[in-house]
C-alpha cells in the first residue's frame, strides 16, 4: 500500500493526485518511477536508487528542461542527506571513474545470481563466413548450427538486432533511387505488416512502389534488415520454432508487451527477436542462445561514446543467457572481429575497455574530462540558418576561442521541415562552469537580440549526450 508508481501512460488526474499525496506524507513511502519522479515532493527522502544507471535514456534531451536524472538523484541526496545507490553491470565512464578516485563508494558483486555461471561468448566473422559459402540470409552457419542445437534440447533463443522495420531502406538497383522522406533528411523504412514506408521521425509513410520513380524500372532491391526481415527468415530456416518479435511496432500497449513477453517467459514461443527492449531487466530462465546479429552498427556510430555504449549494450543482451543454467553460449557476428571492443566484450573485460577509452578521451578532452555543451539551431530556411550558425560559433569563439567545435549539419540535418545545425563547446574539468555559463548566455542574449535570429529556434543542452 505504500508503494507508489510514476510514469508517463497515467493520467493527468492520476498523477496529480500522486503528486498531492506525496505532498502530504509524513515518511514510509516508496516510489518506482521514471526520471520524471526524481521531482516528486518526498520531505524525507533518504534513498535513492538508480537502475541501469548507464542507460542514455536517463537524460531528457526533448522537450526542455533538459537534464540527467541520474546526477539530479545524486544532487537530490546530497540536498536532503540521504544516499543514491547507482547500480549497474556496466557502469558509465563518469561513475567508473568517480568510484576508482573514491568520490563514490563502490560495491562489486562478483558472482551471478543463483551462481550462475557467465555465459561463453563467442565471435563469428561474417565476411569469412561469406567467403567460404557459411553465410544463409543474415546468418553465420556456426549461429545457425547453435539455434539448431539449442532448439534441439528443447531450449530458448534470443537474438539482437538494433534496427527494427523489415528493411532500413529500398534502393533503385538501377539508377541509385532511395525513398526518402520529405519532411526529414532521412531513408524511409520498409515494414512488411503492413506494407509501408515509413519515416520513424515524422511518422511519414507511403505504399512501396511497384516500379522505380526516378527511372521506372522494377528492379528495387531491400537494403540491409531489422528485426521483422530477422522474424521472417528465422521462421523460414527453422519452420517447427514459435517466433516471436517484441520492438516498438509489436510492443504498441502495454497489453501487446505483457502478452509477448508472457508467452516467452512460459515457453510458449522458443526464439525471441527483438531491438535494444530485450537488453536488460528480463530473466527468462530457458534461454541458452543469444546471437547478436550485426555488432558493425554499434561499433561505427559516429559518436565519441560509440565504443563505450556497444560494450555496455553487448554485455546487457549477452546477460540474457545462461541465468539459470550452465553452458550458456553468446555469439556475435561481426566483420571486425579484432576490434578491442569485441576482444573486450568476449572476455568481460569492464576494466580494460575503460581504461582504453578513458585514454582516448583525456586525450581529445572528451567527458568525463570535460563538459560539453550543445547549441542547437532550427529554422526552415536553410541560408538563414547556415548565416545565424556561422555568427553564433564566430561569438562564441571570441570567447572560448578553441573550445568551440562547428557549426555542423546534425546527424539528422532535417526533421518535419526544419533544418538544424549545432555548435559545441567543451569547457575543460577544472574550469570554473559557472563563468563559461555567463559567458554563454550573453552570447545567446545576443544573438536573441539579432533581427536574422528571429526566425530561428535556439536549443541549449548542457552535458549533452
Not at 526542455?64 to 544516499?83: K, L, N, S, T
Not at 585514454?359 to 563538459?371: G, Q
Not at 571570441?398 to 563547446?425: D, N, Q, W, Y
Amino acid at each position: 500500500s505504500r508503494v507508489t508508481p510514476y510514469h508517463s501512460k497515467l493520467t493527468n488526474r492520476r498523477r496529480t493526485e500522486t503528486y498531492l499525496r506525496l505532498n502530504r506524507s509524513q515518511g514510509g513511502e516508496f516510489v518506482v518511477g521514471v526520471r520524471s519522479s526524481i521531482f516528486l515532493p518526498l520531505a524525507h527522502l533518504q534513498l535513492i536508487i538508480v537502475d541501469e544507471e548507464h542507460d542514455a535514456s536517463y537524460k531528457q534531451a526533448e522537450p526542455a528542461p533538459r537534464y540527467h536524472a541520474r546526477d539530479c538523484a545524486v544532487m537530490m541526496a546530497r540536498i536532503f542527506g540521504g544516499r543514491t545507490l547507482l547500480g549497474s553491470a556496466t557502469p558509465s565512464l563518469e561513475t567508473w571513474l568517480h568510484a576508482s578516485g573514491g568520490k563514490y563508494g563502490r560495491a562489486t558483486l562478483s558472482e551471478r545470481y543463483g551462481d550462475a555461471r557467465m555465459p561463453e561468448i563467442i565471435v563469428s566473422d561474417t565476411l569469412r563466413a561469406a567467403r567460404r559459402g557459411e553465410r544463409h540470409a543474415h546468418f553465420n552457419k556456426l549461429l545457425l548450427d547453435k539455434i539448431g542445437e539449442t532448439l534441439g534440447r528443447g531450449e530458448q533463443v534470443m537474438l539482437f538486432q538494433n534496427r527494427r522495420g523489415y528493411a532500413p531502406y529500398v534502393e533503385c538497383r538501377e539508377c541509385g533511387w532511395t525513398a526518402r522522406c520529405p519532411h526529414c533528411n532521412v531513408t524511409l523504412t520498409l515494414h512488411r505488416a503492413p506494407a509501408r514506408l515509413e519515416c520513424h521521425y515524422c511518422g511519414y509513410s507511403i505504399d512501396p512502389p511497384a516500379a522505380c520513380p526516378n527511372c521506372k524500372t522494377q528492379d528495387i532491391s531491400n537494403m540491409g534488415f531489422g528485426t521483422e526481415k530477422v522474424e521472417q527468415e528465422i521462421a523460414r530456416l527453422f519452420p517447427e520454432a514459435r517466433v516471436a518479435r517484441l520492438d516498438r511496432d509489436t510492443s504498441t500497449s502495454e497489453r501487446a508487451f505483457t502478452r509477448i513477453v508472457s508467452a516467452f517467459d512460459q515457453h510458449r514461443t522458443d526464439i525471441m527477436v527483438g531491438t535494444q527492449i530485450i537488453t536488460k531487466g528480463f530473466d527468462f530462465g530457458s534461454v541458452s542462445l543469444v546471437g547478436i546479429l550485426n555488432a558493425d552498427n554499434l561499433l561505427n556510430a559516429p559518436d565519441f561514446r560509440a565504443s563505450e555504449r556497444a560494450f555496455q549494450l553487448m554485455m546487457q543482451v549477452a546477460g540474457r543467457a545462461g541465468r539459470r543454467r550452465s553452458g550458456a553460449e553468446v555469439v556475435i557476428q561481426t566483420s571486425q572481429t579484432d576490434h578491442p571492443v569485441i576482444r573486450q566484450v568476449a572476455a568481460g573485460d569492464y576494466e580494460s575497455m575503460a581504461r582504453m577509452q578513458l585514454a582516448e578521451r583525456r586525450t581529445f578532452l572528451y567527458p568525463p574530462y570535460s563538459r560539453l555543451t550543445r547549441f542547437m539551431l532550427r529554422c526552415r530556411d536553410y541560408e538563414r540558418l547556415r548565416q545565424c550558425a556561422r555568427a553564433m560559433s564566430d561569438m562564441l569563439r571570441r570567447k572560448f576561442g578553441s573550445r568551440v567545435m562547428g557549426p555542423v549539419s546534425s546527424a539528422v540535418e532535417t526533421i518535419r521541415g526544419e533544418h538544424r545545425a549545432e555548435i559545441l563547446v567543451k569547457i575543460e574539468s577544472g574550469a570554473s562552469f559557472d563563468r563559461a555559463r555567463a559567458m554563454m548566455r550573453e552570447v545567446v542574449a545576443a544573438a536573441a537580440a539579432m533581427q536574422e535570429f528571429k526566425q530561428v529556434t535556439l536549443s541549449v543542452d548542457v552535458d549533452a549526450q
